[in-house]
């Protein structure tokens, strides 16, 4: 039998458990049953940041959309990190760009190994241009450079969505209709802007070939010092022989600036520029896009302040 | 006397024959009307039943095949109109400049209608505004005409509007 004080402390105790039992496994329980809650939104984890924003402008707030790339990063370079298979673990739909924009499809690789994810490829149908380096034909892969390419990514994604889905697959139509719209209107523009540059001035000449689906749509040349991509694949990688090309191309041409690119080390093109004897006429985005909070952070910001600078530094002063 | 006798019945003949000219002018004839002017019967209006209508679609632009359609250059609508919600004309293949399309025999029930059309011109047509004239028509009479315009240059035109069915009268024979 206890005595006086002990079991006067032993009640206590046992009354403080008693009050603070129940209340621990309410908390506990309320915890399990939010985490299974079926208000969960859905998640899409996208390639890149331009893919990312496609989604959002279809999805809206009805998913969640990450995008494994950060603004600036270098997705033909890029390897997976640890905390990438746990954003696609708990992903419920992947987005990528495909025609290997994604080097060694690392994308396609992290949707496989972490619970084999749905995997859209948003190019799918696109008639991709075709770049000739060294004997060997390889498909651009920055498409969404054409906004008519941009178009047909936010279709892919809206049918993605209405599968995964399919009970606001209206609002997701309605949505991408409208986000449609804004891309036509970005084409018009950007057409009337460069329209400014005389036929004859109209080179573009960047970090890599980036851009010549831009190149293709809205009459310029396209030249650059590295082959299609950053990395080590096929045509990757400058050689001397591309370098002097590029060198003469720009002498005889007479272009007034060349351009360096976010996402690519502007060593090389500032090296040429001054090789040349050109200025450097700006920054563009290329393979990825601004940080949040600047202009470039979305695809219709990015492409209208790649647009500015391309028409300034080319226009006849 | 016989002076101020005659001119008192010539002036009579005069007066007498000015007032009976004025009568004869003033007095009601029954015309008939071609059309009813003054007074809007329900054969001029839709009135409140429905009625069977013509609906014409004129374009001033070719609408095409237009990559920013969410269904794509192949199945895109080129040209939509709707009446009071229900889809009128869904027209899939390309339109020409100067082209009519017709709906033949739609029911509306007016005499207020409320239309919303929607036409993608190509992208060819960036540089010049574009223009819709709709017409609705029953036994060759137009009982509404009205032309919508894009918001920009090139822009898809796409409005709705508000139309009162009244049949539109070019002509007036009075006659005397």
Known sequence: ?317 | MIRFVCAAVLTSVILGSVALCQLLLLREVDVQFTHDVDDHNSEDHGGDEAQTYDVLVTLGFDAVADPFQLDGTTSGIRLLVRADGQDVISHVSDVRRGDNVVASAVSLAGPEVHFYLEATPGLEESERPCAVRLRVMRGGDAYADTTVWSEGYGAVVQREIRLTLRRQLHELDRGL
Not at chain 1, 60 to 76: N, T, W
Not at chain 1, 154 to 165: C, F, H, T
Not at chain 1, 257 to 283: M, Q
């Open chain 1, 1 to 317: 039998m206890l005595d006086g004080w002990s079991g006067v402390i032993v009640k206590k105790r046992l009354f403080f458990v008693g009050l603070a039992l129940p209340v621990v496994l309410c908390t506990l329980t309320a915890a399990a049953v939010a985490k299974g809650e079926p208000g969960d939104k859905l998640k899409i984890v996208c390639s890149t940041s331009q893919i990312a924003d496609f989604a959002r402008n279809v999805v809206g707030d009805r998913m969640e959309v990450v995008s494994i790339l950060s603004a600036g990063a270098d997705p033909h370079t890029y390897t997976p990190v640890p905390g990438d298979s746990r954003l696609v673990e708990g992903a419920d739909l992947c987005l990528q760009n495909g025609l290997h924009l994604e080097g060694k499809n690392w994308m396609a690789a992290l949707a496989r190994d972490n619970g084999n994810k749905p995997l859209v490829t948003c190019t799918e149908g696109v008639k991709p241009l075709d770049l000739e380096q060294e004997g060997e034909t390889v498909e651009d892969p920055h498409a969404w450079f054409d906004p008519r390419n941009a178009a047909l990514y936010v279709r892919n994604i809206v049918r993605a969505a209405e599968r995964l889905d399919p009970d606001c697959a209206s609002g997701y139509r309605a949505r991408a209709e409208l986000y449609l719209r804004q891309l036509r209107a970005l084409d018009g523009w950007v057409e009337k802007q460069v329209g400014r540059i005389a036929g004859d001035r109209r080179v573009l000449v960047t970090s890599h070939d980036a851009f010549n689906y831009l190149g293709a749509r809205y009459g310029f040349k396209v030249r650059s010092p590295v082959g299609w991509s950053t990395g080590s694949e096929i045509g990757g990688g400058i050689t001397p022989a591309r370098r002097r090309t590029v060198v003469e191309s720009i002498r005889s041409s007479g272009v007034p600036a060349l351009f360096v690119e976010t996402s690519v080390n502007p060593k090389l093109i500032s090296e040429i520029a001054r090789e040349a004897g050109v200025k450097i006429g700006g920054e563009l985005y290329s393979d990825a896009m601004g940080e949040p909070g600047t202009a470039g952070e979305t695809y219709v910001g990015m492409m209208r302040e790649n647009t500015l600078t391309i028409v300034e530094a080319l226009i006849e002063p």
